[in-house]
């Protein structure tokens, strides 16, 4: 990694360990960039490993 980049991670399930989750959000249409914007991360997560409602646990990566 090179020196002055912030450390990356990843989220995993709080259950079963795996990567494999989402959150709910909400998007909004930005006309000028003509791209959906994400402009709200809302508490619900799920895993599609375990497949069931879980919390996030922040990672490190190597």
């Known amino acids: 990694m090179p020196e002055g980049s912030p450390p990356k991670i990843e989220?995993?399930?709080e259950r079963c360990?795996?990567?494999a989750v989402t959150r709910?959000?909400?998007?909004?249409?930005?006309v000028p960039l003509q791209v959906w914007t994400l402009s709200e991360v809302f508490d619900f997560a799920f895993c599609h490993q375990?497949?069931?409602?879980?919390?996030?646990v922040e990672r490190g990566t190597n």
């Open 11 to 13: 989220y995993a399930c």
């Open 24 to 30: 709910d959000a909400w998007a909004e249409w930005h």
């Open 17 to 19: 360990g795996g990567v």
């Open 50 to 56: 375990c497949h069931r409602e879980t919390r996030l």
